[in-house]
């Protein structure tokens, strides 16, 4: 199976300030037609996975434009610009051009 | 709306069987591949099993294959996960969700909790 590895496990961020995670996958994610199938979730406390991102840089409707994603191949970067109290929980990477498998998340917290 | 709702977790002893079902609106529910993930604190997010739009083709992780069965019905717009010779390892909340293309899950119900302990 891909092995997805996030970076940091744990961010402390302060308010109004940026925040990047890394996920790095063990092997290319682009898929035989082309497409990169790497998405990013958002997890609230207490509540379901929310998807973010879509193929890398796609962002969801509702999600607000201070998310982006970006990279391609095996290196991909999720941004919080101008972080807010609301974006606390943990993130996930998540990959859909093999058999699905997700990174193993990083916290985000307020310092 | 589209909303997406798990029932029939519970406590259950080893060896034991469970089903849970998975009821859906607010979307043309047989147009789309439906999954089953399930969420533990020590593995985090693993996806279980997923079934294609006329409940044909089916996957499963290893780890459950000839133990769980995924199936749906189209005219009551609802999927279901047949879990039997449950194990300790299976406990987990099992969460539902739409898969609009290759497992880009963009709609989750809020997940039912399953404990497998004698």
């Known amino acids: 199976d891909v092995m997805l590895t996030q970076s940091p496990l744990s961010l402390p961020v302060t308010l109004g300030q940026s925040a990047s995670i890394s996920c790095r996958s063990s092997?290319?994610?682009?898929?035989?037609?082309?497409?990169?199938?790497l998405n990013w979730f958002q997890q609230r406390p207490g509540q379901p996975p929310r998807r973010l991102i879509y193929?890398?840089?796609n962002r969801d409707s509702g999600v607000p434009d201070r998310f982006s994603g970006s990279g391609s191949g095996t290196e991909f970067t999720l941004k919080i610009s101008r972080v807010e109290a609301e974006d606390v929980g943990v993130y996930f990477c998540m990959q859909g051009s093999y058999w699905p498998t997700f990174g193993g998340g990083t916290k985000v917290e307020i310092k | 709306e589209v909303q997406l709702v798990e029932s029939g977790g519970g406590l259950v002893q080893p060896g034991g069987s469970l089903r849970l079902s998975c009821a859906t609106s607010g979307f043309s529910f047989s147009t789309y591949w439906m999954s089953w993930v399930r969420q533990t604190p020590g593995k985090g997010l693993e996806f279980v099993a997923n079934i294609d739009r006329d409940g044909n083709k089916k996957n499963y992780v290893d780890s459950v294959k000839g133990r769980f069965t995924i199936s749906r019905d189209n005219a009551k717009d609802s999927m279901y996960l047949q879990m039997s010779s449950l194990r300790t390892e299976d406990t987990a909340v099992y969460y539902c969700a739409r898969d609009p293309f290759f497992s880009a899950w963009d709609y989750w119900g809020q997940g039912t909790l399953v404990t497998v302990s004698s």
């Open positions: 092997q290319s994610l682009v898929y035989s037609d082309g497409n990169t199938y």
């Open positions: 193929k890398v840089s």
